[in-house]
Each structure stands twice: as C-alpha cells, then as structure tokens.
C-alpha cells in the first residue's frame, strides 16, 4: 500500500479515497474523458521510500501521469502543457491532502483559467476540520463541489 494512503487521514480514509479515485477514474474513461494522475516525489532524497509509486492498478493505458516535486501539481510539472494538449478547460480534483496539494493545485488551476470541481469525497486531510472547511468555506471560491457519485 502506498504510504500516503495509510496516513492517518480524515474524514476518509486513505483506501476509501483511493477506492472512489478509482471509480471516479474508470468513469471518465469510460467517457471517453482524460485522466491525469498526479504523485509525489520527495525532494532532497537520495531514494524515494517504499510505496511512493503510484497505488496498484490506478494508472491505466492513456492516462496522463505526472511526478511532483512541490505541494502543488503545477509548479514542478509540465501539468500545463500536459493539459493543454489535451484540450481540458474543466478540472475534477481530488486526491490527498486536502488542504495542501488539492487545495494548492486548484489555486494555480484557478488563476490559469481552469474551471474546476472538486469531488469532495475522493480526497481527505489530516484532520476532518481542514478537509470540512477547505470543502465548505475555500473550494466553492474556486469551484463546483460535487462527489464521486455525481460523475458515475
């Protein structure tokens, strides 16, 4: 299991986020939608520590797939170009953590133009008051809040 997902994380935990990124993922390419999939890489490490790959069976054939460096997906990426030779103008985020590298991701997303949603149950935070208040007070600034069972 990837170490991120067994962080003590709230209100979701961990496998159930990864379960309904999963679904949420099928479902857009089902559609004929793009995924992109997004995973950290620690800075600074001579090696990166077991399970920072991606989970098992997440990445599919034609999924766009990304390693950052920073808290947000767009900085240390090329996730700009990635998207825009794609065609994408609407953003659904999700992942883990909340209210770091959701919540980072969508303000660079935002000031680049992007209209975004946010499946508020295929991410959770490190405590379920930073996950309530990014999904409740910062998010619907940005964006739709919606939930994986909106796009099944």
Known sequence: MPRLIALPVAP????DVLDRSRRL???FRAAGRPVVLVRVDRPNVAEQPPGSGFADD????????????SIGA???TDLQAR?????????VLGGLVTNMG???TARAAADLGYQLEFAADAMSAL???EHEFAVRVTFPRFGKV???ADYL
């Open 25 to 27: 993922a099928a479902a």
């Open 102 to 104: 959701v919540e980072s």
């Open 127 to 129: 405590t379920a008051e």
């Open 58 to 69: 997440l990445v599919q054939p034609g999924d766009v797939t990304l390693v950052k460096r």
């Open 12 to 15: 979701h935990t961990g496998e």
């Open 83 to 91: 998207l825009k030779e794609i065609g994408a103008t609407t953003l």
């Open 74 to 76: 767009f900085a240390t």
């Open 146 to 148: 919606t939930a994986v």
